[in-house]
């Protein structure tokens, strides 16, 4: 649909992918942005504005592949032009030994050389102005003030000046910078290309199921409620929930999850992920804005737009270098110029030193993993709300584990069923419990509304429902006060567990009591993970501590636990008393990881130094932890932390990379081995710049996510 904006944007004039509504620094280079002209008419697509983001809209998409084939075009044009500047420059006849100057030659090579200076050099002569006018000096400045300084000194000579022009070096200087630039911009559009990847995983169109017959509709047409079909090999276009139907649903590209998941009558389905062989019915639980989908795309481009400390250290480096590179042209200038050499060889040494200090790879040292990073996360499962969070987590030494839900499968079963009481059999416990139980969406509930499901038992309601924190619930049935409470509950009150009382060491029991007499327990179980003994076992490789912490009994704490080979437990625990045990852990001075799923992990997540809240659980953990797994599986804990520490590696080689390289660049420019005949001239200063431009992009680009 079309939608009416009349906002102003701001865009940085090397990167047109970064559009922001307020004026500030590129995420790229750090370079100011610039006002644009208003955008109007801008398309709406899924609840995402095309051409306000980047990452998200085609429309800025487009623009940014406008703006790589304008590089390539300018590139080629300045390359037919420098073959004859090259073949008319005194330099160069003098190197190849011959004479080809005749009448007029100066004024042909000024004619060409000034076609290559305004057009070749628009873009950094654009740039250039740009800067000044936000009087924040940057690359663009620093390549604009080189190429001018040499055209105006060339054109000089053409015109009466003593010396040598140098022409070929402006020509060759601008080639070899828009080459540089334009395989920037190729590398900046890859390393985004798996975030547009995600975007492109929403299908357009959906068939909307309607009374009298199926109509193909836009899919960000869809509100809840509405029943979409989807057939076998499309893609889902809505989250919701199989009203008809079962198929097997590739989720790989949304979840990580490699394998195709059975889906039946039920189940819930996300949007962007591809139907197997199966019809199916689906009704469609949000609007294609609200979809997991579109979370997860501005989820992150948010993260990637982010800056953490790294970024932050890179940006104000960059800004250093080109303050160091400014004061250092000048003062090489002045030097070569007092110390007796020509007016020529003083500005050629100063171009070069300019020109090779500018603080390109060092502007992308971050920002190019940092795009890589948050886009293949998002394609693994590895959802990064933080940054900051992400960059830590290569200091973890400590990972508190909820146990429900993420070491063990979260799917309670009714093991046993035993009433204490004469009359009560155990259907009746089960009706009772699951009374209490309905309105809860814990494991345990579902455990036992699932078993009375079995069992077809009526389910009657309640009144005067209560829930007692960390303990369980009451309320009254059928004029019955019923609880449904822990073992916590019978101890703090003196309630005595009969003798006849048995409960093997992995189940969780839950007692009933009406009327205020015992009548009778309810023992679950919950099987551990298959992956979590191999993710606990690669902590220890990786000297990572692994705690339990859970509000189930000590029994069940110490079996899992001990069956994991984790280093110690933490069982029993209320949920205001999750985040003081890790507050312990931390005044002992471990670095600590909070894992959870629930309304009781929140307090524990925000307080931990990285909260990863898994998948499966609520939005007030996913809301307070810096990290959400989509898969409740402990194995992606251990690749978001190796990630983590993979990605802060590449980040860090770019950054020694980026300024060790200028480091050593920038005295061999400025001439310093002169006497022993090593000089850089502009051109190579160029070459060499783009080189290091180069290699901070393929480094970044090789960042995988090891399973």
């Known amino acids: 649909m079309e939608h009416q904006q009349h906002a102003e944007k701001y865009t940085c004039p090397m990167h047109p992918r970064v559009v922001q509504d307020k004026p500030g620094a590129c995420t790229i280079c750090g370079m100011t942005l610039v006002l644009q002209k208003k955008i109007e008419n801008t398309t709406m697509v899924s609840g995402h504005q095309h ?54 030659s100066p004024y042909i090579l000024f004619a060409l050389s000034s076609i290559v200076f305004f057009y070749g ?37 053409v015109f009466g000046l003593e010396g040598m022009d140098f022409f070929w070096e402006l020509a060759t200087l601008i080639l070899i910078m828009l080459l540089g630039h334009w395989i920037e911009m190729k590398s900046v559009a890859g390393a985004s290309k798996e975030l547009e990847l995600l975007v492109q995983l929403m299908p357009s169109d959906a068939h909307l199921v309607m009374p009298d017959m199926v109509h193909d509709v836009k899919t960000d047409t ?38 195709p998941v059975q889906k039946i009558k039920g189940n819930k389905v996300i949007a962007g992920s591809i139907n197997g062989n199966g019809s199916i019915k689906i009704i469609v639980s949000h609007a294609a804005k609200d979809s997991y989908l579109s979370q997860v795309v501005k989820l992150v481009d948010d993260a990637q737009k982010s800056k953490s400390k790294t970024q932050l250290l890179a940006d104000t480096a960059a800004k250093w270098l080109t303050i160091i590179a400014i004061l250092a042209g000048i003062a090489t200038f002045l030097y070569w110029y007092v110390t007796g050499q020509s007016l020529a060889f003083a500005m050629e040494r100063m171009v070069t030193v300019i020109v090779i200090c500018c603080p390109h790879a060092l502007g992308l040292a971050v920002p190019l993993v ?5 886009a293949l996360s998002a394609k693994n499962g590895l959802l990064i709300k933080n940054r900051t969070a992400f960059e830590n987590a290569r200091k973890i030494t400590t990972i508190v584990f909820d146990k429900t839900g993420t070491l063990t499968v979260g ?45 077809s038992i009526l389910i009657p309601s309640t009144e005067n429902f209560n829930a007692i924190t960390g303990k369980g619930v009451e309320a009254t049935i059928e004029g019955k006060k019923v609880w449904v409470v822990s073992p916590g509950y019978l101890k703090e009150n003196n309630i005595t567990v009969p003798d006849g009382f048995t409960a093997n060491d992995t189940e969780t029991v839950v007692f009933i009591i009406a009327n205020n007499q015992l009548a009778g327990y309810i023992a679950l179980s919950d099987e551990i993970r298959p992956e979590s003994a191999e993710a606990i ?40 008393q999750k985040l003081e045990k890790i507050k312990d852990l931390q005044s002992k001075g471990e670095f600590v990881a909070m894992t959870g799923d629930g309304v009781n992990d929140a307090p524990a997540l925000a307080i931990a130094d990285v909260g990863i809240a898994v998948g499966s659980g609520s939005d007030i953990a996913a809301e307070t932890a810096g990290i959400i797994l989509v898969n409740s599986n402990p194995k992606d804990i251990v690749s ?44 190579i200063g160029a070459v060499l710049m783009t080189v290091s431009t180069i290699v901070v992009a393929i480094n970044a680009s090789m960042l995988t996510v090891k399973k």
């Not at 940057?138 to 040499?150: H, N, Q, S, W, Y």
């Not at 009994?553 to 625990?573: C, H, P, Q, W, Y």
């Not at 990379?657 to 310093?672: C, D, H, K």
């Open 222 to 259: 869809l509100k809840e409620n509405d029943i979409i079909l989807v057939k076998p090999g499309e893609k889902v276009a809505a989250d919701g929930i199989i009203l008809e139907g079962e198929s097997w649903l590739n989720e790989s590209m949304l979840t990580g999850e490699s394998k």
């Open 121 to 157: 050099g628009r873009p950094f002569l654009k740039g250039l102005v740009d800067e000044v006018k936000a009087k924040n000096p940057g690359m663009m400045f620093l390549i604009g003030f080189a190429i001018t300084v040499a055209y105006l000194y060339s054109v000089a000579i």
């Open 537 to 576: 076992k690669t902590l220890k490789e990786n000297n990572i501590k692994s705690i339990l912490l859970t509000g189930d009994n000590n029994k069940v704490a110490k079996s899992v636990s001990e069956t994991l080979g984790m280093d110690s437990f933490i069982a029993e625990v209320l949920p205001h």
């Open 51 to 104: 051409g306000s983001n980047p990452s998200m809209g085609m429309e800025g998409h487009n623009h940014h592949a406008m703006m790589i084939t304008d590089f390539k075009k300018r590139f080629y044009v300045v390359l037919i032009l420098t073959v004859p500047i090259m073949l008319l420059s005194t330099m160069i006849q003098q190197f190849m030994g011959v004479n080809w100057q005749f009448t007029g």
């Open 411 to 455: 799917k309670f079963e009714v093991s046993k069923i035993v009433s204490l009481q004469k009359g009560l059999n155990e259907n009746e416990i089960i009706r009772l419990a699951s009374a209490l139980e309905q309105k809860s969406e814990h494991p345990i509930a579902t455990g036992i509304l699932q078993k009375a499901k079995d069992l």
């Open 640 to 683: 978001l932390i190796l990630f983590g520490k993979a990605t802060y590696r590449k980040m860090i080689q770019n950054l020694v990379w980026a300024t060790g390289y200028n480091v050593v660049a920038l005295p061999l420019a400025a001439g310093i081995l002169y006497n022993q005949g090593i000089l850089l001239s502009p051109a």
């Open 370 to 374: 940092v795009a890589k990073s948050t």
